[in-house]
């Protein structure tokens, strides 16, 4: 039997699949293609909970004892720089946590700029990525270069982020991510893991400290 003509069109598109697919009852005489992982628009909705938010338009979100507020404008203290940020803040038995987050400039992630905690200096950051967005997939990993300055001291890390679900369905939730943060002194010694799961209309649905 001979192998019916595929369009480039119905070629993609199978492609696409994970495979090539039977057509007519044949199959063609191809190699199986098993393309990388998903792949998501990961948004910035989903980091704060109002699905369809774009970086930008007005936030104010309360799940839980967590809240997220923004946008506002902010000058970085060590850099000078003015930014656009959103004010996220759980409340917990110690006091309220605070963080400032805005948009890196690759558009690849959210960065952490400021980070106060009670009894704590605060902790300012510069080249920081935490939460994916943008286009991402399933078993994608970036790297970033980050300083975080603390008392007039500055020390510098290696932040990582893997996702390794980009869409999945957690607690009966679709469009759920997942993925694993991770840091390492300038030597290469991990000094914090974290796996994160943000689903949408929540934000931050779980979080696991893999370090412990």
Request: proline share 6%; with cysteine; charged share 20%.
């Amino acid at each position: 039997m001979t192998t019916p003509h595929l369009s480039r069109r119905s070629f993609i598109a199978a492609l696409a699949g994970g495979a090539v697919t039977a057509v007519a009852g044949c199959v063609p005489d191809m190699p199986v293609i098993q393309l990388p992982g998903a792949s998501a628009q990961l948004g910035f909705g989903l980091w704060a909970g109002v699905p369809g938010a774009k970086f930008g338009d007005r936030i104010d979100r309360t799940v839980g004892a967590r809240r997220i507020q923004g946008p506002r404008r902010w000058t970085h203290p060590v850099t000078g720089q003015r930014m656009t940020i959103y004010v996220r803040t759980k409340r917990e038995k110690s006091g309220t946590k605070t963080s400032y987050y805005t948009l890196r400039p690759d558009g690849t992630a959210l960065a952490r700029v400021l980070d106060k905690r009670p009894g704590a200096a605060n902790r300012y950051f510069t080249g920081d990525g935490f939460v994916p967005v943008g286009p991402w997939r399933s078993g994608m990993t970036k790297s970033y270069k980050m300083a975080q300055h603390m008392g007039g001291k500055t020390t510098r890390f290696t932040v990582t982020i893997r996702v390794t679900r980009v869409s999945f369905t957690y607690k009966g939730r679709p469009g759920s991510m997942e993925y694993i943060w991770t840091e390492r002194t300038q030597s290469g010694r991990k000094t914090k893991q974290l796996r994160y799961i943000y689903s949408p209309g929540i934000g931050l649905a779980d979080v696991d400290n893999l370090m412990k």
